[in-house]
């Protein structure tokens, strides 16, 4: 039986804030509490990635990182019945498969993004509000909802395309609808992020997975 973890009495706030985490690559791809970084840690699917001195990395397993916050006191630190802990602001997946996977979500404001306001079918760039989601094959001919079947489209085409199919009224898609690949590089919006993210964010930004044929 697994030891059960322990309890982290914190402040609430400290139990909150975020921590960046990483893959096994040291890819930025997630952002989660402190909380929840110390159960990963503790479950042993993490370690602690700590700034050292030289411009290298530490990490630390669990027992390590407790024991380097009880010999090193330091003010982010959580107490629990028996020990402090220091607030871990970056952490290292052990495993591949605990990656977060995180998909894009379909949503009409993803949909937009991904077809970057565009009309698919006449190409032109046109404001949110002139423009419609198109399903390619329609609806009610057996079309399903989804990433590969719905379209930004423009009124005009959209109206001249009404219930058919694009090659019956003679309009082309400028590109395949496809589910936007997941970016590893999750969206943290700068501003709240602590500073031994940096490193990884900067990082982040240059290896970002752009969309296939966007960018
Ligand atoms: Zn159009």
């Given amino acids: 039986m697994l030891p059960s973890p322990p309890l982290f009495l914190g402040m609430k706030s400290h139990l909150n804030q975020h921590v960046l985490v990483l893959n096994r690559l040291w890819q930025a791809v997630n952002i989660c509490t402190v909380r929840r970084a110390l159960g990963l840690l503790f479950e042993g699917h993490a370690q602690v990635v700590l700034d050292g001195s030289s411009g290298s990395f530490q990490t630390f397993s669990f027992d390590q990182w407790r024991d380097f916050s009880m010999q ?124 031994s993210w940096k490193h990884f964010l900067d990082l982040a930004y240059w290896n970002v997975e752009l969309g296939g044929d966007a960018n």
Avoid: M
């Fill in 72 to 195: 090193e006191p330091h003010p982010d630190s959580i107490h629990t019945i028996s020990f402090r802990i220091r607030v871990p602001r970056v952490i290292l997946l052990c495993l591949f498969d605990r990656l977060p996977k995180k998909e894009v979500k379909f949503t009409r404001h993803n949909i937009f993004e991904r077809d970057k306001n565009t009309c698919q079918y006449c190409g032109g760039l046109f404001e949110r509000r002139d423009l419609n989601l198109d399903h390619v094959i329609p609806k009610d001919r057996g079309g399903p909802t989804t990433w590969e079947n719905i379209v930004c489209s423009c009124i005009a085409c959209n109206t001249k395309k009404a219930n058919h199919t694009p090659s019956e009224v003679g309009l082309r898609l400028i590109r395949k609808p496809k589910r936007p690949k997941w970016r590893p590089f999750v969206q943290v919006t700068v501003g709240s992020h602590h500073d």
